[in-house]
């Protein structure tokens, strides 16, 4: 599976933006996704999941609703809605697809075998 996830830019505490995550390969539908965010000399740490069918969804406590990860299996694709954000929001993020198909999504980086290139998401105050 190869990712590229894009939809990163500037915006004011408050705004709104939506990442998007483009998947290649015909088995995208059996791969559970998650977004993890990283800033300069931290962990990368864990945003969000769904399930591979889209039935269940998970969040970080920190963006639980004003975040929302959906997907779309026939565009191969799986997107981040992001409202009412804050500058420590910013960071770069990353979507990341689950190590084997049909495998339970998790919190933790090391569940994920797939990840996209990061985009950059900068939130001013």
């Known amino acids: 599976v190869q990712l590229q996830a894009y939809g990163g830019g500037l915006v004011q505490a408050g705004g709104s933006l939506r990442l998007s995550c483009a998947a290649s390969g015909r088995t995208f539908s059996s791969y559970g996704m998650g977004w993890f965010r990283q800033v300069p000399g931290k962990e990368r740490e864990f945003v969000a999941a769904?399930?591979?069918?889209?039935?269940?969804?998970y969040y970080a406590d920190s963006v639980k609703g004003r975040f929302t990860i959906s997907r779309d299996n026939a565009k191969n694709s799986v997107y981040l809605q992001m409202n009412s954000l804050k500058p420590e929001d910013t960071a770069v993020y990353y979507c990341?697809?689950?190590?084997?198909?049909?495998?339970?999504?998790?919190?933790?980086?090391?569940?994920?075998?797939?990840w996209g290139q990061g985009t950059q998401v900068t939130v001013s105050s």
């Open positions: 990341a697809a689950v190590s084997v198909p049909y495998k339970a999504v998790g919190v933790g980086v090391h569940e994920y075998g797939y």
């Open positions: 769904i399930s591979w069918g889209g039935s269940r969804t």
